[in-house]
């Protein structure tokens, strides 16, 4: 393999003699050999550069520009918002955001044991039904809770029925617009992403030891706590850190439930066309971020755990005993209030919408534009993904590195921040673009173009560096070795990638509220927007058509864990 590499890079630098000979003038030598040495002797084509650092630059621009605006905003702007606004709203963000991962957290670490580590009943089926819930948007979870929950929910009729009920505890107790609703929200619809993560890390925990903290006298609780949870640490932290950005993140449910954190008050401040106060609260936001961000991976850096393989053993079942009937009865209880109510409530409204004509043309029209808006920006995400890992993989360097990370910079942001970038960039500089859905899809692009760099790059570290060094040595340039060799051989890599950002486009709500031109409603849109004014029956067949297609991204995500 070394030889082979010592091959490739020789028959690099013969490819940039006729620039660095010495009849080159000076200049052209010097940037020869610098430009080798960036890219240690293997340099690739300019057009996947280019393409590249064209990427990079749109992913980027949108964060910086938000960026310069805020800091652009005058002093009168930050001290308004710091004296009564900022501090508020750090509260009500940062409470929500710690309340919501620490419950969730539990719930996925519990639940992943339990159904990984036990003999619990039909254990294999558990693991498939207790990933549902992130199927279900916090946003038509919370519509379906208001409507069983809410003022005039299902709940609060019952409660008035129940005469003695009434005499014990009076008036109907509930308030789900309020913190507790929203956390209860957020938390039963993102608890999935520490499952999967964790029930991956149970599976490949090596049992040895288990078993010689079992030969020091350890009982199951205890080498729980002190073998088990410390070798979790790594998935528990990936699954914390995806749930506090969703948090973070989250609209939807956020303004369904009438609860104000940072993307909230964003969004607002742009409907009310106070653009300086919105570029503020979202360089706060983006600062949030990055340090959440920056206290995970010191953490992680500060903390190792590691399993050596030659002696592997797969992890033993633990017998539930007398605690069998309490953990059914616990799993069971998640998944009825995380996806039976869900769902059967919006059955039901489905149901009365569909006898009283709400799935018709107009219906389909709103079907329509998800797709094509969603079904664009995945064809984007595939097209732009391939260059950008191909780079990182076949020829790496510190360009190619910090292409990769700027690809990242929309991912960890909130869809009101991405937007927001993109009304102040089509507004200003490209007028053409501007009210029309390509710019939503292009926000798609910036926000999922990750997801399908993931997904390729996990098919391309399967392919050999050695049939991309056969195409070169005939001549082919670096581009053409991607398009006639590599991506016919990662294409379903590729493929499953632009479904998970077709999925993710159809579900993403804040981005298209602010993008989306005059007259173009998709079904997300819809949804808010007629849950809002409490037309469930209308509501309802658009959010259930959202969750059957999310469940294209399950099943990948369970082949995957």
């Known amino acids: 393999m070394k030889q082979d590499k010592q091959q490739e890079s020789k028959q690099n630098k013969e490819q940039y003699a006729k620039v660095g000979d010495k009849k080159s003038p000076a200049i052209l030598r010097f940037i020869n050999r610098k430009w080798l040495n960036v890219w240690k002797g293997n340099p690739p084509g300019i057009v996947l ?97 208001i409507i069983v929950f809410g003022p005039s929910g299902w709940a609060r009729d019952l409660w008035q029925e129940i005469t003695w009920l009434n005499n014990l505890f009076g008036s109907y107790p509930v308030n789900i617009y309020s913190f507790w609703g929203v956390f209860t929200v957020l938390t039963l619809f993102t608890y999935p992403y520490v499952f999967l993560i ?115 053993k797969e992890p033993d079942t633990l017998s539930l005993g007398k605690w069998k009937p309490l953990a059914v009865l616990y799993v069971a209880g998640v998944f009825t209030v995380a996806v039976i109510l869900p769902i059967s409530v919006l059955i039901y409204w489905t149901v009365i919408g569909a006898t009283a004509g709400t799935i018709d043309a107009r219906f389909f029209g709103f079907a329509w534009n998800s797709i094509k808006v969603s079904g664009l920006a995945a064809l984007l995400c595939m097209i732009l993904a391939t260059p950008i890992i191909y780079l990182k993989s076949r020829h790496p360097s510190a360009i190619s590195t910090v292409i990769d990370k700027l690809s990242y910079a929309g991912y960890a942001l909130p869809g009101v921040i991405v937007a927001l970038g993109m009304v102040f960039i089509f507004n200003n500089h490209i007028p053409a673009l501007y009210n029309t859905f390509y710019m939503i899809a292009i926000a798609f692009v910036v926000r999922f173009l990750p997801q399908a760099m993931q997904s390729g790059e996990a098919s391309l570290s399967l392919v050999s560096p050695r049939m991309d060094e056969a195409a070169r040595s005939l001549g082919y340039p670096a581009w053409k070795v991607m398009i006639k060799v590599i991506i016919p051989t990662i294409l379903p890599g590729i493929l499953a990638g632009g479904a998970l950002v077709f999925v993710s486009s159809i579900k993403e709500l804040p981005a298209t509220l602010m993008l989306r031109p005059p007259g173009f409603d998709t079904l997300a849109v819809r949804v808010y927007y007629e849950a809002s004014e409490a037309l469930y029956h209308q509501a309802a067949p658009g959010a259930l058509l959202i969750v059957l297609v999310s469940i294209i991204p399950l099943h990948y995500l369970l082949r995957k864990y």
């Open 198 to 312: 964790a029930s991956a890390s149970l599976r490949k925990m090596n049992r040895n030891f288990e078993e010689v903290a079992r030969s020091q006298g350890m009982t199951t609780s205890q080498i729980f706590f002190k073998v088990n949870l410390p070798l979790l640490r790594p998935a528990i932290g990936a699954g914390a850190i995806l749930i506090s950005l969703y948090v973070l993140s989250d609209f939807g449910a956020i303004a369904m439930l009438r609860y104000v954190t940072f993307t909230a008050a964003i969004y607002y401040q742009r409907a009310g066309f106070d653009i300086p106060s919105a570029s503020v609260l979202s360089l706060v936001l983006i600062v949030l971020t990055i340090f959440i961000l920056w206290i995970e991976a010191r953490t992680r850096r500060k903390n190792k755990y590691y399993q050596t393989s030659n002696t592997y």
């Open 49 to 145: 550069v280019l393409i590249g650092l064209f990427v990079a630059f749109v992913m980027s621009v949108p964060i910086m520009y938000v960026m310069w605006r805020s800091l652009s905003a005058g002093a009168d702007s930050w001290m308004r918002l710091l004296g009564d606004r900022i501090p508020g709203l750090l509260w009500n963000t940062l409470s929500l955001t710690g309340a919501v991962t620490f419950s969730a957290v539990l719930i996925g670490v519990s639940l992943a044991w339990i159904v990984v580590r036990t003999d619990l009943p039909g254990k294999k089926v558990w693991q498939w039904m207790m990933a549902l819930p992130l199927v279900i948007p916090p946003y038509v979870g919370a519509v379906t809770y």
